[in-house]
């Protein structure tokens, strides 16, 4: 297992817990009382995608928070250099952006025209403002640090946060692992309930 900075944890009460699966092998089920709709809407599957920005894999959905505790982490952890650039996953409007010379800790949010939006924690200077519309693939940031040099990354369907709102697993979407790791700005495709590009998904993870 690992901590949301990267680190391992062995097992005992920071450890990840098992958590369910759906058949292509994408986590499931609820994380901090979000449920977890694994490849996102059946709609996004097959639509172009773009690495938020050149990373090693730390935590995952379901690890341990640092701010919440265990089984809370929303999102996936990418290890990057403070500085890196940070790219928007999908076309969209910024929604939240971080302040001129508010250090390395702040907060990128993205609304995209399908109800989903994604979330950037733990960033540095921004090249974008509160409402400017971006598009997918462009250099919106810059990764900064909070216990480690990383970004944090999320994906939701319906606002972050809110009641009801669900987690998208940005890992399974992306088809991120050791031997698939993100870079930068790279266009790929997202994936569906079948672990392949363009499949949909059947329906809701339970």
Do not use: C
């Amino acid at each position: 297992y690992r901590r949301p900075d990267g680190g391992r944890l062995r097992n005992g009460p920071g450890a990840v817990p098992p958590m369910g699966k759906t058949a292509a092998g994408a986590m499931a089920g609820t994380v901090h009382g979000h449920e977890v709709e694994a490849y996102g809407p059946p709609e996004l599957a097959g639509k172009k995608l773009y690495d938020p920005l050149t990373a090693t894999l730390g935590g995952g959905l379901g690890a341990t928070s640092a701010k919440f505790g265990p089984h809370m982490h929303e999102g996936i952890d990418l290890m990057a250099r403070v500085g890196t650039p940070v790219y928007a996953s999908r076309s969209g409007m910024v929604i939240r952006a971080p302040n001129p010379g508010g250090g390395l800790d702040q907060v990128l949010t993205i609304r995209h025209d399908d109800g989903t939006y994604s979330r950037y924690l733990h960033q540095g200077p921004a090249n974008v403002r509160v409402g400017d519309a971006v598009t997918g693939g462009q250099q919106v940031g810059t990764s900064g640090y909070r216990n480690a040099a990383h970004t944090h990354f999320e994906m939701w369907h319906g606002m972050p946060s809110a009641t009801g709102s669900k987690l998208m697993n940005a890992k399974a979407i992306y088809g991120w692992d050791k031997n698939n790791l993100p870079q930068g700005g790279r266009e790929v495709t997202a994936r569906g309930a079948g672990g392949k590009p363009g499949e949909a998904e059947p329906g809701t993870a339970a």
